[in-house]
Structures are given as structure tokens and as C-alpha cells.
């Protein structure tokens, strides 16, 4: 049903990494949140009233909010929507983030205020009226919820958003909460026993968890992660699919949202090819870069020695000593610079921000073995943190 319903309200659905697309793919799904969140609201509502439960009430008014929670989706994909301006050079993409870690604060401020009634509930037990009415509002409840969570689910994964995904799991704690209210209602049919106030504390607490889990995952984005390894690897390729490029380091990936990629790399070229071919090379990379991909990739250029001797060989020695200290660590811009009593091996190393030795330890370990393998050799080594 849910690809029944993009197909019919999404032109051209399949092209995800459109920023129409998928702005028209957030405010479709807001506009499922919010008809369906009604419903569920009114349904919840009159069954509590009839019945006299708090927990049925606070589950209605829990959906209500969740309405509230779909008009910010639908905002928040509109303003993502919006194209660059004079105080926003790079766009508005993250605005989806923004939303995202809204939703997830929303959830945690419910789960309080569920824990509030809850205890209230457990101080001052009231007895539930049980009736297959009841049983049957509710199971069509949990149904909606659970067909809901898995539309948020599957469109948030069709065009990588964070804050559909928020409001997928939200609708999720949804389904346990009202799955945990019926089961208290038939228990206590049955048995007698008050549980309305005690499942709501337990359902309550597993939503503030949830809740804390998905502030951290959806502020991620805000602050800076790692890039995808796929889109790196894809990034590298081409980089490399050029002729006259012979290898490449720094690449650094910013994203400032969905669909809204910046990235700077040093291309290595042979310091013996001309110049103006190098660069033409460069800008033939950096446009198509921007044609097939919709990225503004900055390519600095680095000319490589590639035909002495000399260099090669201690170049492919240096190569071996760092694979023997670590085989996680990365070199480039290396040049010798030959002096009348001792050579300087200039170069930098690449290594990850969890790499287990400290930077001046790594330097002083490198320097130890170059000596080794030749006392006229020193080494000027600096330390580069990947970014990718």
C-alpha cells in the first residue's frame, strides 16, 4: 500500500537523489502523519473517556502530538527544500537534520510526561472498564502504527533521511506503548490487578531511552561525521579514472545535507608532465565531478618526482618501514632534499584520530628505523588525521 501511495502522489519517485523528489517525499509522509495521527487521536480519546482509562487518554494526546510532530516534518522538508541564499551559501539540506533532533526531543518530553501520569495512576488506582470494543479500538490502533512506522521507515531509508527515521522509531515506542495498554486492560479484566499505572511507567521509561538514543544519532549529522564509505570509495574511483592523475590524499567530504556534498582533495601528478596538461586535467575533473555527481570538488594539485632513482628507492623503503610499524598508515608528498652531509626525507602520514600511538611517538619511531635502514637519512614527518 505505502509504494501504491508514492507512486500515486510523487511524480518521477524513483530519482530519490532529486531535492524535489525528496521534498516531496517528506511532506507526503507528513501528510500521512498528521491525517492518520488524527484519527488515532479520536479513536484514543472517546475509547478513553468511555472506559476511563489515564493511559488510553495520554496514548491519545501522545498521537496528538505526534501530528504536531508530522506538520514539523513537512516544515522542516520545505525549508531543507530552499535554495541557497546571501546568508546561507550552502544551502538549507540541514534544516531536515534540525528537524530530526526535534522529533526526537518531542519523544523524550512525552515519555516524562507519561511518567508523570503514570505514577499518578499507581498513587490512585482506578479500575478499567473491559470491553471487546475496547480490545478492538485498540489492536486497530497498534495496526495503524505499526503500518505507519514502517512507511516512515522505508521512505527514510529511500532518500537517507534522518528525521523520517526519528519518526519511524517514535511510531514504533507507539505500537509498544498502546500493545503494553491493552495488555494492562486485559489483565487487569482478568486477574483484577491494577496494572494501567505500572505499564505506563514501564512503556514511559523505554520511550525517554529510545528518545536519548535517536538525540544522539540525529545530531551527528549537525556536528560532523564521517562520510559514507561507499560515497568515499566512489570519490576515490573517479578521482582515479583520470589519466595523468597517479594518486591523490586529503580528501575531506562536507555535507551540509541531503543531496548537498563539498569535498577538496591533492591530486598527485608527475612533476615531469606539463603544467597546463595538469591543470586541464584538474578542471575536466572538477566539472565532471559537478555534472555526474552534484558535488563542488576543489582539487589542489601535487607534483610527484616520478623518474629518479634515488628517490624511488628510499620512497619504496619508507613505504616498508611505515607497513611494518602499522599497515593503517598512509603516505604522501614525499621529496628528499640532499644536503652535503645528510639527506631529509620530507613527508607526511595519514593515520586515523584512533590510532594507538601519540603523534611525537610515531614521528620519533619513524625517524629510529629510517636511521636504521641508512644513518645519512633524517626525516621531517608531519602528522595528518584522516577525514575519511
Not at 524513483?14 to 524535489?20: G, I, Y
Not at 510526561?113 to 503514570?118: I, Y
Amino acid at each position: 500500500m505505502g509504494s501504491r501511495i508514492i507512486a500515486m502522489f510523487i511524480r518521477n519517485h524513483q530519482d530519490t537523489e532529486n531535492p524535489k523528489v525528496r521534498e516531496q517525499y517528506g511532506k507526503l509522509a507528513g501528510a500521512v502523519g498528521i491525517f492518520s495521527n488524527i484519527v488515532l487521536f479520536l479513536m484514543k480519546l472517546s475509547i478513553g473517556v468511555m472506559f476511563n482509562s489515564i493511559s488510553i487518554m495520554a496514548d491519545a494526546f501522545n498521537n496528538l502530538t505526534d501530528s504536531a510532530s508530522s506538520l514539523l516534518t513537512m516544515v522542516g522538508f520545505k525549508m531543507a527544500g530552499k535554495p541557497a541564499d546571501k546568508e546561507h551559501p550552502f544551502g538549507h539540506a540541514r534544516f531536515e537534520y534540525i528537524t530530526g533532533l526535534a522529533v526526537s526531543f518531542t519523544i523524550i518530553v512525552l515519555g516524562l510526561q507519561l511518567v508523570k501520569t503514570s505514577f499518578g495512576k499507581i498513587l490512585h488506582p482506578e479500575p478499567i472498564e473491559f470491553s471487546m470494543t475496547l480490545a478492538a479500538v485498540l489492536l486497530a490502533a497498534i495496526g495503524i502504527k505499526l503500518w505507519q512506522s514502517r512507511f516512515n521507515l522505508s521512505i527514510g531509508r529511500r532518500i537517507h533521511s534522518a528525521a523520517l527515521i526519528a519518526t519511524a522509531a517514535d511510531s514504533r515506542n507507539d505500537v509498544i506503548a498502546t500493545s503494553a495498554v491493552l495488555a494492562s486492560a486485559v489483565v487487569s479484566r482478568w486477574s483484577g490487578l491494577q496494572l494501567d499505572g505500572y505499564m505506563g511507567l514501564a512503556v514511559a521509561l523505554f520511550i525517554i531511552y529510545s528518545g536519548i538514543n535517536l538525540v544522539k544519532e540525529t545530531s551527528s549529522p549537525l556536528l560532523g561525521t564521517v562520510p559514507d564509505k561507499e560515497l568515499v570509495e566512489k570519490v576515490r574511483n573517479k578521482i582515479m579514472s583520470y589519466e595523468g592523475i597517479i594518486g591523490h590524499h586529503d580528501l575531506i567530504i562536507h555535507n551540509y545535507g541531503p543531496g548537498r556534498c563539498f569535498a577538496s582533495v591533492h591530486a598527485e601528478v608527475p612533476a615531469s608532465q606539463d603544467l597546463m596538461v595538469s591543470h586541464d586535467i584538474i578542471d575536466v575533473m572538477e566539472e565532471d565531478f559537478m555534472k555526474d555527481m552534484g558535488m563542488l570538488m576543489v582539487a589542489h594539485m601535487d607534483p610527484i618526482i616520478t623518474d629518479d632513482a634515488r628517490t624511488n628507492h628510499l620512497y619504496k623503503h619508507v613505504q616498508d618501514i611505515l607497513a611494518e610499524i602499522s599497515p593503517e598508515i598512509m603516505m604522501h608528498d614525499f621529496r628528499m632534499v640532499v644536503g652535503p652531509t645528510h639527506s631529509n626525507l620530507i613527508f607526511d602520514v595519514a593515520i586515523d584520530f584512533d590510532f594507538p600511538m601519540a603523534d611525537c611517538d610515531l614521528c620519533d619511531e619513524i625517524e629510529k628505523r629510517v636511521q636504521q635502514m641508512n644513518p645519512q637519512c633524517h626525516t621531517v614527518v608531519k602528522v595528518d588525521r584522516s577525514f575519511v
